[in-house]
């Protein structure tokens, strides 16, 4: 099994739904990640956490909302969709020296 | 504003040959980068870190660069597979905040 695991991996969605992508790991660290990827702009950070109840915005969390419900679990939630919001997300953790561990990418598509 | 750029923005070889990847930033304070590997559609796995104290370091066919100093690191890959067909991305820690600052990362593409 893999050590961040990420649902559903692929989602097809209409204008205005509300959307969840969840994000749970095994691999025991306290900081979680939630990024986006577009083609040729690279992961941008949308939330991150440090911690059970510890939120924090990255560079683009306008339309996005996250829940820290337990240590292992991080999920992110699309409240009203819009199809500039169709990328690639994918969540992370990482352990005390910085390296990151990705999960397997959850791809959106709103229509 | 941390950032990190790299170059080139993508790269096209022949399989065998070598090439080198760079990645300039000015995160500060730093506390190590690291060279991540995203093959199409998969997230990115870490292939090298180095820390401030470190010049070179290598993980088989790959050598990763620092120059602290410049603020330079480089990804060298020698006797290039089809596998290594992938995008290589460079990712910053901040010794502050140990948020992780990503490169756009370099497009490379092996040919037979």
């Known amino acids: 099994d893999a050590d961040v695991t990420q649902t559903p991996r692929n989602r097809i969605t209409k204008t205005e739904k509300r959307i969840m992508l969840e994000c749970s790991q095994t691999?025991?660290?306290?900081?979680m990640y939630w990024y986006r990827q577009d083609p040729g702009l690279g992961l941008q950070l949308i939330y991150y956490?440090?911690?059970?109840?510890?939120?924090n915005k990255g560079e683009i969390s306008d339309g996005y909302s996250v829940s820290r419900q337990a240590q292992a679990k991080f999920s992110l939630s699309l409240e009203s969709a819009i199809p500039n919001q169709t990328a690639l997300y994918f969540c992370?953790?990482?352990?005390?020296?910085?390296?990151?561990?990705f999960g397997e990418g959850s791809r959106l598509t709103v229509l | 504003k941390n950032q990190v750029e790299q170059s080139p923005q993508s790269l096209i070889i022949l399989e065998g040959k070598n090439c080198t990847l760079q990645?300039?930033?000015?995160?500060?304070?730093?506390?190590?980068l690291r060279w991540y590997k995203q093959d199409t559609g998969r997230g990115p796995v870490s292939l090298t870190i180095?820390?401030?104290?470190?010049n070179t370091k290598s993980n088989g066919r790959y050598t990763a660069t620092l120059d602290a100093d410049t603020k330079q690191s480089s990804l060298h890959i020698t006797a290039s597979q089809l596998s290594d067909s992938a995008s290589y991305i460079c990712?910053?820690?901040?010794?502050?905040?140990?948020?992780?600052?990503f490169g756009r990362g370099t497009s490379l593409i092996v040919h037979p």
């Open positions: 180095m820390t401030f104290s470190e």
């Open positions: 691999k025991g660290h306290d900081r």
């Open positions: 956490s440090f911690d059970v109840k510890d939120i």
């Open positions: 990712v910053v820690i901040s010794g502050g905040s140990y948020i992780p600052t």
């Open positions: 992370a953790t990482s352990d005390p020296g910085g390296e990151l561990f």
């Open positions: 990645c300039n930033y000015t995160v500060s304070p730093f506390s190590n």
